[in-house]
């Protein structure tokens, strides 16, 4: 039993720890602001949300005690970590930055110029 | 729906009462048979019995989080494939979905799906703009989010 919860244990936290360093490779590798913020916001949420669930299995499966706290914690990036992404996102764009070089639509800017036409 | 929960309570302490017992197992029992009176009665309330509504949520719930392992894995296989050959862009969804609580899960579970990011809600709450890592399969992730998000959070609303 203690190692079968230790397995899972490990399993969440080398998960997390993976996610954690695909998200920091991602953020140097990828070429403008708004894909490398799909890589943050996403694979890093998910890192630190199976890192917190190791946690939390840790202390319940071999310490006995469950930590509402850490379930606490699990929720708020849950919930925060999207609404940070789109507006990092929302305010890069509104400074002006500009899309790399490659991508090939933008219906944004035609809604805006149409917007301003009239 | 607000309304039939507070009475499903008002239900178990009334429970509790008749019984002159105040433990929780009291209260879950009273809880359990308010809810059969409630689902008894449930023509005469302006909405649907309200455990349809919790199993939408719950249902919302685990989309939530599938989604988001499926969108990492999506981005894991971008970061690390040899060559970039994604094709970023913007594209226009327009959106039923009318409150503004909606509007905000919509976009945060777009947020959590593979390749797809917010940058914008217009004015009229109409359209949203999104950020696509791949264009080429825009018109799939229009019909996912089409199909699965919205028909989950109206069955949440109804």
Same mark, same amino acid.
């Given at each position: 039993? &203690?190692?079968?919860?230790?397995?899972?244990?490990?399993?969440?936290?080398?998960?997390?720890?993976?996610?954690?360093? =695909?998200? $920091?490779?991602?953020? =140097?590798?990828?070429?403008?602001?708004?894909?490398?913020?799909?890589?943050?916001?996403?694979?890093?949420?998910?890192? =630190?949300?199976?890192?917190?669930?190791?946690?939390?299995?840790?202390?319940?499966?071999?310490?006995?005690?469950?930590? $509402?706290? =850490?379930?606490?914690?699990?929720?708020?990036?849950? &919930?925060?970590?999207?609404?940070?992404?789109?507006?990092?996102?929302?305010?890069?764009?509104?400074?002006?930055?500009?899309?790399?070089?490659?991508?090939?639509?933008?219906?944004?800017?035609? $809604?805006?110029? $149409?917007?301003?036409?009239? | 729906?607000?309304?039939?929960?507070?009475?499903?309570?008002?239900?178990?302490?009334?429970?509790?009462?008749?019984?002159?017992?105040?433990?929780?197992?009291?209260?879950?029992?009273?809880?359990?048979?308010?809810?059969?009176?409630?689902?008894?009665?449930?023509?005469?309330?302006?909405?649907?019995?309200?455990?349809?509504?919790?199993?939408? %949520?719950?249902?919302?719930?685990?989309?939530?989080?599938? #989604?988001?392992?499926?969108?990492?894995?999506?981005?894991?296989? %971008?970061?690390?494939?040899?060559?970039?050959?994604?094709?970023?862009?913007?594209?226009?969804?327009?959106?039923?979905?009318?409150?503004?609580?909606?509007?905000?899960?919509?976009?945060?579970?777009?947020?959590?799906?593979?390749?797809?990011? %917010?940058?914008?809600?217009?004015?009229?709450?109409?359209?949203?703009?999104?950020?696509?890592?791949?264009?080429?399969? %825009? #018109?799939?992730?229009?019909?996912?989010?089409?199909?699965?998000?919205?028909?989950?959070?109206?069955?949440?609303?109804?």
């Amino acid at each position: 039993m &203690i190692e079968i919860s230790k397995f899972i244990v490990g399993f969440l936290i080398l998960l997390g720890a993976l996610f954690s360093l =695909v998200a $920091a490779i991602g953020v =140097v590798r990828l070429p403008d602001t708004y894909t490398r913020n799909h890589a943050a916001s996403k694979s890093s949420t998910l890192g =630190v949300l199976s890192i917190l669930l190791g946690l939390f299995m840790y202390y319940l499966l071999i310490d006995h005690h469950a930590n $509402a706290r =850490v379930l606490l914690g699990i929720v708020f990036v849950f &919930i925060t970590s999207p609404v940070a992404g789109h507006l990092i996102m929302r305010a890069a764009y509104n400074m002006g930055v500009p899309l790399w070089h490659k991508s090939v639509r933008d219906d944004l800017k035609t $809604a805006r110029k $149409a917007k301003k036409r009239r | 729906m607000a309304f039939q929960i507070l009475l499903n309570f008002f239900l178990a302490f009334i429970w509790m009462f008749l019984s002159n017992d105040y433990s929780t197992l009291a209260f879950f029992k009273g809880y359990f048979f308010g809810g059969l009176i409630i689902f008894a009665l449930r023509r005469f309330f302006a909405h649907r019995f309200y455990l349809l509504n919790v199993i939408a %949520v719950i249902k919302l719930f685990f989309i939530f989080c599938s #989604e988001l392992v499926k969108a990492n894995i999506a981005v894991l296989k %971008v970061i690390l494939s040899p060559k970039l050959t994604m094709r970023p862009g913007i594209f226009a969804l327009e959106t039923e979905l009318e409150k503004d609580w909606e509007i905000t899960i919509l976009a945060n579970l777009i947020t959590l799906t593979p390749g797809t990011l %917010v940058l914008e809600v217009s004015e009229d709450n109409k359209i949203l703009y999104i950020h696509a890592m791949d264009i080429d399969d %825009v #018109e799939q992730a229009r019909l996912d989010i089409k199909n699965s998000f919205e028909k989950a959070i109206k069955e949440v609303s109804r």
